[in-house]
Protein backbone atom coordinates (compact mmCIF):
# COMPACT_ATOMS: atom_id res chain seq x y z
CA UNK A 1 0.00 0.00 0.00
CA UNK A 2 0.85 3.15 -0.74
CA UNK A 3 2.34 6.08 1.61
CA UNK A 4 2.22 3.80 4.73
CA UNK A 5 6.10 3.15 4.73
CA UNK A 6 5.93 0.84 8.12
CA UNK A 7 7.90 -1.70 9.77
CA UNK A 8 6.64 -5.59 10.32
CA UNK A 9 5.34 -6.23 13.74
CA UNK A 10 7.07 -8.56 15.36
CA UNK A 11 6.44 -7.93 19.36
CA UNK A 12 4.34 -10.91 21.43
CA UNK A 13 1.06 -10.70 22.55
CA UNK A 14 3.32 -12.55 25.98
CA UNK A 15 4.46 -9.07 27.10
CA UNK A 16 1.02 -7.98 28.45
CA UNK A 17 -0.21 -8.94 31.92
CA UNK A 18 -3.16 -8.51 33.85
CA UNK A 19 -1.89 -5.44 35.88
CA UNK A 20 -0.62 -3.76 32.36
CA UNK A 21 -3.74 -4.25 31.46
CA UNK A 22 -5.71 -3.06 34.57
CA UNK A 23 -3.79 -0.25 34.29
CA UNK A 24 -4.50 0.95 31.13
CA UNK A 25 -8.34 0.90 31.60
CA UNK A 26 -7.78 2.77 34.64
CA UNK A 27 -5.70 5.22 32.83
CA UNK A 28 -7.87 5.51 30.37
CA UNK A 29 -10.70 6.05 32.48
CA UNK A 30 -9.29 8.80 34.50
CA UNK A 31 -7.93 10.66 31.32
CA UNK A 32 -10.84 10.60 29.56
CA UNK A 33 -13.18 12.19 32.45
CA UNK A 34 -11.14 15.29 31.52
CA UNK A 35 -13.48 15.99 28.81
CA UNK A 36 -16.77 14.98 30.51
CA UNK A 37 -16.41 16.72 33.73
CA UNK A 38 -18.28 20.10 32.51
CA UNK A 39 -21.33 18.25 31.09
CA UNK A 40 -23.08 18.11 34.71
CA UNK A 41 -21.77 21.60 35.64
CA UNK A 42 -22.78 23.56 32.67
CA UNK A 43 -25.38 25.48 34.33
CA UNK A 44 -23.12 26.16 37.48
CA UNK A 45 -20.97 27.68 35.27
CA UNK A 46 -23.44 29.54 33.30
CA UNK A 47 -24.38 31.27 36.69
CA UNK A 48 -20.75 31.96 37.79
CA UNK A 49 -20.01 33.74 33.92
CA UNK A 50 -23.71 34.88 33.58
CA UNK A 51 -24.19 33.51 29.90
CA UNK A 52 -27.07 31.37 28.45
CA UNK A 53 -27.59 27.39 28.42
CA UNK A 54 -26.95 27.71 24.51
CA UNK A 55 -23.83 29.41 25.16
CA UNK A 56 -22.45 27.66 28.05
CA UNK A 57 -22.76 24.63 26.19
CA UNK A 58 -20.27 25.52 23.41
CA UNK A 59 -18.02 24.40 26.82
CA UNK A 60 -19.07 21.33 26.50
CA UNK A 61 -18.71 21.05 22.61
CA UNK A 62 -15.60 23.12 22.38
CA UNK A 63 -13.77 20.09 24.99
CA UNK A 64 -14.61 17.76 21.94
CA UNK A 65 -13.35 19.66 19.34
CA UNK A 66 -10.38 20.02 21.24
CA UNK A 67 -9.68 15.94 21.81
CA UNK A 68 -10.69 15.47 17.89
CA UNK A 69 -7.88 17.86 17.11
CA UNK A 70 -5.34 15.73 19.49
CA UNK A 71 -6.83 12.81 18.35
CA UNK A 72 -6.19 13.72 14.60
CA UNK A 73 -2.56 15.61 14.95
CA UNK A 74 -0.94 13.81 17.87
CA UNK A 75 -2.09 10.33 18.49
CA UNK A 76 -0.90 9.15 14.55
CA UNK A 77 2.33 9.94 15.96
CA UNK A 78 2.17 6.37 18.16
CA UNK A 79 3.43 4.83 15.02
CA UNK A 80 6.10 6.95 14.27
CA UNK A 81 7.58 7.44 17.74
CA UNK A 82 7.69 6.07 21.43
CA UNK A 83 3.98 6.18 22.51
CA UNK A 84 5.41 6.11 26.22
CA UNK A 85 6.70 8.97 25.70
CA UNK A 86 3.73 10.74 23.60
CA UNK A 87 1.80 9.39 26.78
CA UNK A 88 3.76 11.32 29.32
CA UNK A 89 3.87 14.45 27.65
CA UNK A 90 -0.01 14.78 26.80
CA UNK A 91 -0.41 13.65 30.42
CA UNK A 92 1.83 16.62 31.56
CA UNK A 93 -0.33 19.21 29.35
CA UNK A 94 -3.85 17.88 30.93
CA UNK A 95 -2.24 18.50 33.87
CA UNK A 96 -1.32 21.93 33.26
CA UNK A 97 -4.76 23.00 31.72
CA UNK A 98 -7.29 21.48 34.08
CA UNK A 99 -5.63 23.73 36.47
CA UNK A 100 -6.13 26.50 34.20
CA UNK A 101 -9.65 25.68 33.58
CA UNK A 102 -10.25 25.47 37.44
CA UNK A 103 -8.49 29.54 37.35
CA UNK A 104 -10.70 30.58 35.00
CA UNK A 105 -11.83 34.09 35.49
CA UNK A 106 -14.48 34.26 32.38
CA UNK A 107 -15.76 32.39 30.17
CA UNK A 108 -13.46 33.12 26.87
CA UNK A 109 -10.90 31.86 29.42
CA UNK A 110 -12.44 28.58 30.14
CA UNK A 111 -13.98 28.17 26.64
CA UNK A 112 -9.83 28.24 25.83
CA UNK A 113 -8.60 26.44 28.29
CA UNK A 114 -11.46 23.20 27.51
CA UNK A 115 -10.16 23.18 24.46
CA UNK A 116 -6.71 22.27 25.23
CA UNK A 117 -8.01 19.65 27.87
CA UNK A 118 -9.86 17.88 25.16
CA UNK A 119 -6.20 18.29 23.31
CA UNK A 120 -3.88 16.73 25.83
CA UNK A 121 -6.96 13.95 26.91
CA UNK A 122 -6.26 12.01 24.10
CA UNK A 123 -4.52 9.73 25.06
CA UNK A 124 -6.27 6.67 25.52
CA UNK A 125 -6.19 6.32 21.86
CA UNK A 126 -2.49 6.01 22.13
CA UNK A 127 -3.32 3.14 24.71
CA UNK A 128 -5.71 1.27 22.81
CA UNK A 129 -3.20 0.86 19.64
CA UNK A 130 -0.37 -0.29 22.44
CA UNK A 131 -2.77 -2.47 24.16
CA UNK A 132 -3.76 -4.14 20.48
CA UNK A 133 -0.38 -4.78 19.49
CA UNK A 134 0.69 -6.21 22.88
CA UNK A 135 -2.07 -8.63 23.35
CA UNK A 136 -2.12 -11.58 21.89
CA UNK A 137 -4.40 -12.24 18.21
CA UNK A 138 -6.89 -15.13 20.04
CA UNK A 139 -7.58 -12.53 22.84
CA UNK A 140 -7.20 -9.27 21.45
CA UNK A 141 -11.10 -8.39 21.60
CA UNK A 142 -11.32 -9.44 24.89
CA UNK A 143 -8.34 -7.25 26.21
CA UNK A 144 -9.08 -4.21 23.82
CA UNK A 145 -12.68 -4.85 25.50
CA UNK A 146 -11.07 -4.68 29.00
CA UNK A 147 -9.04 -1.41 28.16
CA UNK A 148 -12.22 0.14 26.47
CA UNK A 149 -14.18 -0.55 30.03
CA UNK A 150 -11.85 1.71 31.77
CA UNK A 151 -12.65 4.40 28.86
CA UNK A 152 -16.83 3.90 29.26
CA UNK A 153 -16.53 4.16 33.29
CA UNK A 154 -14.57 6.98 33.14
CA UNK A 155 -16.86 8.76 30.74
CA UNK A 156 -19.74 8.09 32.87
CA UNK A 157 -18.48 8.02 36.28
CA UNK A 158 -16.72 11.48 35.53
CA UNK A 159 -20.40 12.92 35.66
CA UNK A 160 -21.00 11.69 38.72
CA UNK A 161 -17.96 12.93 40.34
CA UNK A 162 -18.23 15.96 38.79
CA UNK A 163 -21.79 16.30 39.92
CA UNK A 164 -20.96 15.23 43.37
CA UNK A 165 -17.81 17.39 43.91
CA UNK A 166 -19.17 20.50 41.48
CA UNK A 167 -22.61 20.36 44.61
CA UNK A 168 -20.70 20.57 47.40
CA UNK A 169 -17.47 22.34 46.85
CA UNK A 170 -18.04 24.45 43.51
CA UNK A 171 -16.99 23.36 39.78
CA UNK A 172 -13.37 24.50 40.08
CA UNK A 173 -12.84 21.73 42.75
CA UNK A 174 -13.82 19.68 40.23
CA UNK A 175 -11.41 20.83 37.80
CA UNK A 176 -8.48 21.13 40.78
CA UNK A 177 -8.93 17.62 41.53
CA UNK A 178 -8.79 16.54 37.92
CA UNK A 179 -5.70 18.34 37.57
CA UNK A 180 -4.07 16.18 40.66
CA UNK A 181 -5.11 12.83 39.37
CA UNK A 182 -3.59 13.82 36.36
CA UNK A 183 -0.46 14.65 37.66
CA UNK A 184 -0.30 11.03 40.43
CA UNK A 185 -0.73 9.45 36.96
CA UNK A 186 2.04 10.95 35.04
CA UNK A 187 4.19 9.42 37.69
CA UNK A 188 2.74 6.31 38.05
CA UNK A 189 2.78 5.69 34.07
CA UNK A 190 6.33 7.08 33.85
CA UNK A 191 7.45 4.41 36.38
CA UNK A 192 5.30 1.22 34.85
CA UNK A 193 4.40 1.65 30.98
CA UNK A 194 6.43 0.04 28.92
CA UNK A 195 7.83 0.77 25.86
CA UNK A 196 6.69 0.36 22.75
CA UNK A 197 8.72 0.92 19.74
CA UNK A 198 7.59 2.86 16.59
CA UNK A 199 6.65 1.11 13.17
CA UNK A 200 6.36 3.68 10.40
CA UNK A 201 9.84 4.80 8.79
CA UNK A 202 8.74 8.22 6.88
CA UNK A 203 8.25 11.92 7.66
CA UNK A 204 5.44 13.72 9.78
CA UNK A 205 3.50 14.61 6.59
CA UNK A 206 3.90 11.23 4.91
CA UNK A 207 2.43 9.95 7.96
CA UNK A 208 -0.79 12.11 8.16
CA UNK A 209 -0.94 11.71 3.94
CA UNK A 210 -0.94 7.72 5.24
CA UNK A 211 -3.91 8.20 7.23
CA UNK A 212 -5.78 9.39 3.47
CA UNK A 213 -4.50 6.03 2.01
CA UNK A 214 -5.83 3.90 4.41
CA UNK A 215 -9.06 5.42 4.23
CA UNK A 216 -9.12 4.82 0.50
CA UNK A 217 -7.53 1.15 0.90
CA UNK A 218 -10.01 -0.26 4.12
CA UNK A 219 -13.54 -0.22 3.36
CA UNK A 220 -14.03 -1.95 7.12
CA UNK A 221 -12.56 1.75 8.15
CA UNK A 222 -14.37 3.50 6.55
CA UNK A 223 -18.09 1.63 7.53
CA UNK A 224 -16.81 1.53 10.99
CA UNK A 225 -15.74 5.34 11.45
CA UNK A 226 -19.38 6.38 9.53
CA UNK A 227 -21.33 4.40 12.43
CA UNK A 228 -18.62 5.39 14.96
CA UNK A 229 -19.31 9.39 13.63
CA UNK A 230 -23.34 8.41 14.10
CA UNK A 231 -23.64 6.00 17.31
CA UNK A 232 -21.62 8.48 19.06
CA UNK A 233 -23.13 11.52 17.91
CA UNK A 234 -26.28 10.33 19.43
CA UNK A 235 -24.11 9.54 22.59
CA UNK A 236 -23.53 13.00 23.02
CA UNK A 237 -26.91 14.49 22.06
CA UNK A 238 -28.42 12.63 25.26
CA UNK A 239 -26.08 13.70 28.14
CA UNK A 240 -24.96 17.10 27.12
CA UNK A 241 -28.72 17.94 27.38
CA UNK A 242 -29.82 15.71 29.89
CA UNK A 243 -28.16 18.21 32.60
CA UNK A 244 -31.16 20.57 31.46
CA UNK A 245 -33.72 17.96 31.49
CA UNK A 246 -33.16 16.81 34.73
CA UNK A 247 -32.26 20.43 36.63
CA UNK A 248 -35.93 21.58 35.24
CA UNK A 249 -39.42 20.56 35.74
CA UNK A 250 -40.76 17.74 36.80
CA UNK A 251 -37.25 17.01 38.59
CA UNK A 252 -35.42 19.86 39.82
CA UNK A 253 -32.38 17.99 40.48
CA UNK A 254 -29.35 19.67 42.13
CA UNK A 255 -25.43 18.72 39.83
CA UNK A 256 -24.60 15.96 42.33
CA UNK A 257 -28.31 13.72 41.33
CA UNK A 258 -27.51 14.59 37.69
CA UNK A 259 -23.96 12.95 38.03
CA UNK A 260 -25.77 9.88 39.68
CA UNK A 261 -27.13 8.76 35.97
CA UNK A 262 -23.73 8.09 35.00
CA UNK A 263 -23.09 5.66 37.61
CA UNK A 264 -26.38 4.25 36.22
CA UNK A 265 -25.30 4.05 32.89
CA UNK A 266 -22.04 3.08 33.53
CA UNK A 267 -23.14 -1.05 34.05
CA UNK A 268 -22.76 -0.26 30.23
CA UNK A 269 -18.91 -1.00 30.68
CA UNK A 270 -19.70 -4.56 32.30
CA UNK A 271 -20.47 -5.71 28.64
CA UNK A 272 -17.16 -4.97 27.19
CA UNK A 273 -15.15 -7.43 27.80
CA UNK A 274 -18.07 -9.90 26.90
CA UNK A 275 -18.44 -7.84 23.32
CA UNK A 276 -14.79 -8.43 22.92
CA UNK A 277 -15.34 -11.57 23.51
CA UNK A 278 -18.10 -11.61 21.38
CA UNK A 279 -16.58 -10.13 18.73
CA UNK A 280 -13.74 -13.06 18.71
CA UNK A 281 -15.49 -15.80 18.17
CA UNK A 282 -19.06 -14.42 16.32
CA UNK A 283 -17.27 -11.66 14.48
CA UNK A 284 -17.62 -8.40 15.39
CA UNK A 285 -20.16 -7.28 12.65
CA UNK A 286 -22.57 -9.49 14.99
CA UNK A 287 -22.17 -7.61 18.11
CA UNK A 288 -22.42 -4.24 16.64
CA UNK A 289 -25.50 -4.98 15.30
CA UNK A 290 -26.91 -5.83 18.53
CA UNK A 291 -25.16 -2.70 20.17
CA UNK A 292 -26.61 -0.06 17.86
CA UNK A 293 -30.20 -1.99 17.87
CA UNK A 294 -29.97 -1.39 21.66
CA UNK A 295 -29.54 2.56 21.18
CA UNK A 296 -31.94 2.78 19.08
CA UNK A 297 -34.95 1.17 21.47
CA UNK A 298 -33.43 2.97 24.45
CA UNK A 299 -34.12 6.83 22.15
CA UNK A 300 -37.68 5.48 21.88
CA UNK A 301 -37.99 4.66 25.31
CA UNK A 302 -36.54 8.14 26.85
CA UNK A 303 -38.84 9.87 24.01
CA UNK A 304 -41.70 8.57 26.12
CA UNK A 305 -40.22 9.72 29.17
CA UNK A 306 -39.06 13.32 30.02
CA UNK A 307 -41.60 13.03 33.43
CA UNK A 308 -40.39 9.82 34.26
CA UNK A 309 -37.46 8.86 36.15
CA UNK A 310 -37.97 4.56 35.67
CA UNK A 311 -38.15 5.10 31.80
CA UNK A 312 -35.29 7.77 31.96
CA UNK A 313 -33.17 4.85 33.90
CA UNK A 314 -33.68 1.89 31.54
CA UNK A 315 -32.85 4.42 28.49
CA UNK A 316 -29.63 5.43 30.20
CA UNK A 317 -28.92 1.46 30.90
CA UNK A 318 -29.55 0.58 27.40
CA UNK A 319 -28.32 3.43 25.66
CA UNK A 320 -24.64 3.01 27.38
CA UNK A 321 -24.59 -0.90 26.89
CA UNK A 322 -25.37 -0.52 23.56
CA UNK A 323 -22.65 2.25 22.56
CA UNK A 324 -20.31 -0.01 24.53
CA UNK A 325 -20.91 -2.99 22.56
CA UNK A 326 -20.76 -0.97 19.13
CA UNK A 327 -17.35 0.66 20.35
CA UNK A 328 -15.84 -2.43 20.99
CA UNK A 329 -17.26 -4.09 18.02
CA UNK A 330 -15.96 -1.53 15.32
CA UNK A 331 -12.46 -1.41 16.96
CA UNK A 332 -12.06 -5.12 16.93
CA UNK A 333 -12.73 -4.45 12.83
CA UNK A 334 -10.02 -1.37 12.62
CA UNK A 335 -7.67 -2.99 14.91
CA UNK A 336 -7.97 -6.27 12.46
CA UNK A 337 -6.85 -4.21 9.34
CA UNK A 338 -3.20 -3.63 9.70
CA UNK A 339 -1.23 -4.42 12.96
CA UNK A 340 1.66 -1.74 11.95
CA UNK A 341 -0.42 0.89 11.87
CA UNK A 342 -2.79 0.46 14.53
CA UNK A 343 -2.79 4.44 15.69
CA UNK A 344 -3.22 5.72 12.48
CA UNK A 345 -6.52 3.30 12.32
CA UNK A 346 -7.52 4.57 15.58
CA UNK A 347 -6.75 7.66 14.87
CA UNK A 348 -9.43 7.85 11.52
CA UNK A 349 -12.16 5.70 13.79
CA UNK A 350 -11.71 7.80 16.45
CA UNK A 351 -11.75 11.35 14.74
CA UNK A 352 -14.82 10.09 12.74
CA UNK A 353 -16.29 9.39 16.56
CA UNK A 354 -15.57 12.31 18.05
CA UNK A 355 -16.72 14.81 15.22
CA UNK A 356 -19.67 13.28 15.63
CA UNK A 357 -19.50 13.54 19.41
CA UNK A 358 -18.44 17.51 18.88
CA UNK A 359 -21.98 17.73 16.22
CA UNK A 360 -23.84 16.15 18.51
CA UNK A 361 -23.26 18.48 21.58
CA UNK A 362 -24.05 21.43 19.81
CA UNK A 363 -26.78 19.96 17.76
CA UNK A 364 -28.47 19.19 20.87
CA UNK A 365 -28.32 22.11 23.06
CA UNK A 366 -29.85 23.65 19.85
CA UNK A 367 -32.45 21.23 19.56
CA UNK A 368 -33.41 21.37 23.61
CA UNK A 369 -33.82 25.47 23.05
CA UNK A 370 -36.42 24.71 20.36
CA UNK A 371 -38.30 21.46 21.07
CA UNK A 372 -36.91 20.26 24.39
CA UNK A 373 -36.82 16.95 25.29
CA UNK A 374 -38.99 15.53 22.61
CA UNK A 375 -36.64 16.85 20.46
CA UNK A 376 -33.70 15.55 21.49
CA UNK A 377 -34.62 11.91 21.33
CA UNK A 378 -36.22 12.79 17.99
CA UNK A 379 -32.41 13.72 17.09
CA UNK A 380 -30.48 11.14 18.96
CA UNK A 381 -32.46 8.52 17.81
CA UNK A 382 -32.36 9.61 13.84
CA UNK A 383 -28.69 9.24 14.46
CA UNK A 384 -28.46 6.02 15.57
CA UNK A 385 -31.81 4.99 13.38
CA UNK A 386 -28.95 6.08 10.41
CA UNK A 387 -26.49 3.50 11.80
CA UNK A 388 -28.51 1.00 12.05
CA UNK A 389 -29.79 0.89 8.35
CA UNK A 390 -25.92 1.53 7.44
CA UNK A 391 -24.90 -1.83 9.45
CA UNK A 392 -28.34 -3.61 8.33
CA UNK A 393 -27.00 -5.74 5.33
CA UNK A 394 -23.12 -5.83 6.53
CA UNK A 395 -21.80 -9.33 6.21
CA UNK A 396 -20.54 -10.79 9.98
CA UNK A 397 -16.96 -10.77 9.03
CA UNK A 398 -13.57 -10.29 10.35
CA UNK A 399 -11.11 -8.26 8.10
CA UNK A 400 -7.89 -9.99 7.64
Known sequence: ????????????????????????????????????????????????????????????????????????LVVPLGDKTERRKLILWKLAGATIC????????????????????????????????????????????????????????????????????????????????????????????????????????????????????LIKTYPPLRHAALTSFLTFGAFSVFWTTLVFLLEGSPFFYRSDMVGLFGLIGACGALAAPAAGKSADSRGPQFTLRLGVLAMLVSFVIMGFSAASLAGLIVGVILLDIGQQVAHISNQSKVFALLPEARSRLNTVYMTSAFSGG???????????????????????????????????????????
Open 1 to 72: MENVMTLPVKRKGSRITNTLVILMAVTCGMVVANIYYNQPLLLMMADTFGVSDSKVSVIATITQVGYTLGLL
Open 98 to 213: MWLAAASMNYYMMVAASLFIGFFSAVPQLLLPMAATLAPDESRGRIVGKVMSGLLIGILLSRTLSGIIGAHWGWRAVFLLGGGMMAILLIVLYRMLPTDPPTFTGSYSTLMKSLVS
Open 358 to 400: ALGSLLGAQVWSHWQWTGVCFLGGTFVLAAFLLNFQQRNNTPS
